[in-house]
C-alpha cells in the first residue's frame, strides 16, 4: 500500500535525522582509504566519532549541528503551527548562539559550519538585525533546515518555495545557492505530495513555475521549447535567474535510471559528483542516491555514508528524500530505536506531517 501523506512527511524528517546521525563518526573522511581503516570496510549504523576527529566525544546516535537546528525549527513549527521567522529567530539567539564561540570546533555536535559561524559574528559580534547576517558560504548548512519547511508546506508550493526562500536568506546571500536550496525544497515537498522522483519530476516543477507558485524566472512557455514572441517578461523582486536548480534533478535521474550509466559501487557517487561541501557537489549526489534507491531508504543513506567527504550532508539529504519516497514505515526500527531523542522527535514529525496533511 502506497504511503500516505503524513507518512511520507514524517519520513522525511525522520529521514533527515538518522542520516545526519549515521555519519557522525565518518565524518569528513577525504581519504577512503583512512576511512575503511578506522571504520572496516562498511559502515552499517551509528558509530562513535574518533577522539582525535571531529564531533569527538559525542556518542553513536547522537546529532551534529544540523540536527540541533532541524529541532529549533521543528520545535517552532510545532509550537507556532507553522513557520514563524521571528520564534525561529528567537530560538537560535537563545537555544544555539549562546553555546557557539565562532570557532569551528565548538558548538552543539562538535563543529559549528561556516554560515552558522558568520552569523553568530554579525549578530552577536556586531549585533546586526537578523536579515543584515547572512554570508557567502557556498554551503548546504540552510537546506539541512528548510527540508522541514519542505515537508510543512508540501500541499502549498507557493508558500514551500517561499519560506524556504526567507529562511536560507537568513544564513546564506549567493543567489546560486539560495535557488539550489529552494529546489532542493520544491523537489522534497513534490514527493510528500505523493509525486514521483523520475525523470518528469523537473516538468511537473516547471508548470508550478509557469502557473507563477514558484520564484523561478522561465523564458519559454508552456509546452514549448523556444522563447514565445513578444517582449520577454521582466523578473519579479526576489525571483531567481533561471530554472536550472530545478532541471538538475531530472538531468540526474535520468542518469540513475539508465542503463548505460552506472556508477559502481553506488557510494562512488561521492567521486563522480564531488566530495566537498558545496550544493553544487551536494545535491546532485543526493538526487543520484534517492532515484537509484528510491523508496530503499537503507541502502541510500548507507551509499550516502560510505561515499565519505561531506557525507553527514549527503546522508541527511538523501535521507530526507527516500524518508518521503517510502514513508516512515519503509524506515528500518533498527535505525530509528538507537537515534538521539527518536521517541519525542518521531511525535513532533507527526505533528507536523499531520498539519501538512490538513494544508488547504
Known amino acids: ?54 564531533h569527538a566525544g559525542l556518542r553513536a546516535g547522537q546529532s551534529g549541528q544540523a540536527g540541533f537546528i532541524l529541532d529549533l525549527l521543528t520545535e517552532s513549527l510545532d509550537a507556532c503551527g507553522g513557520y514563524d521567522e521571528t520564534d525561529f529567530c528567537r530560538r537560535l539567539d537563545q537555544d544555539l548562539f549562546p553555546l557557539l564561540d565562532g570557532t569551528p570546533m565548538n558548538g552543539p555536535g562538535g563543529y559549528t559550519s561556516q554560515s552558522i559561524r558568520e552569523a553568530w559574528r554579525l549578530r552577536v559580534g556586531q549585533e546586526l538585525p537578523w536579515g543584515q547576517v547572512a554570508g557567502l558560504a557556498d554551503t548546504t548548512e540552510a537546506a539541512e533546515r528548510i527540508l522541514a519547511l519542505a515537508v510543512r508546506y508540501a500541499r502549498q508550493p507557493a ?56 520564484p523561478f524566472h522561465s523564458v519559454t512557455s508552456a509546452g514549448e521549447n523556444t522563447p514565445p514572441p513578444g517582449p520577454e517578461a521582466p523578473r519579479t523582486a526576489g525571483q531567481f535567474a533561471s530554472p536550472d536548480a530545478l532541471l538538475t534533478v531530472s538531468c540526474v535521474l535520468r542518469a540513475a535510471q539508465d542503463p548505460d550509466i552506472r556508477i559502481e559501487p553506488a557510494w562512488k557517487a561521492s567521486l563522480v559528483y564531488g566530495m566537498p561541501c558545496a550544493v553544487y557537489h551536494q545535491f546532485p549526489a543526493a538526487y543520484y542516491l534517492a532515484g537509484r534507491f528510491q523508496g530503499d531508504f537503507e541502502s541510500a543513506v548507507l551509499h550516502a555514508v560510505n561515499g565519505g567527504g561531506q557525507n553527514q550532508a549527503r546522508a541527511m539529504l538523501t535521507g530526507a528524500l527516500c524518508g518521503a519516497i517510502g514513508g516512515i514505515q519503509a524506515i528500518p526500527s533498527r535505525l530509528v530505536a538507537p537515534l538521539e531523542d527518536s521517541a519525542r522527535r518521531l511525535e513532533r514529525a507527526g505533528r507536523i506531517a499531520r498539519r501538512a496533511a490538513e494544508a488547504a
Do not use: F, K
Open 1 to 54: 500500500m502506497a504511503p500516505t501523506l503524513e507518512q511520507r512527511a514524517q519520513g522525511a524528517l525522520i529521514g533527515a535525522y538518522i542520516g545526519d546521525a549515521l555519519a557522525l563518526g565518518p565524518h569528513w573522511y577525504y581519504d577512503l582509504d583512512a576511512l575503511r581503516r578506522d571504520y572496516g570496510a562498511w559502515i552499517d549504523s551509528y558509530t562513535d566519532p574518533r577522539p582525535d576527529r571531529y
Open 159 to 214: 508558500d514551500l518555495a517561499r519560506h524556504c526562500a526567507t529562511n536560507t536568506a537568513l544564513t546564506q546571500r549567493d543567489a546560486t545557492v539560495m535557488a539550489m536550496t529552494v529546489a532542493y525544497g520544491c523537489v522534497l515537498g513534490s514527493l510528500v505530495r505523493g509525486e514521483p522522483l523520475d525523470a518528469a519530476t523537473s516538468d511537473r516543477l516547471m508548470a508550478l513555475v509557469r502557473d507563477g507558485a514558484l
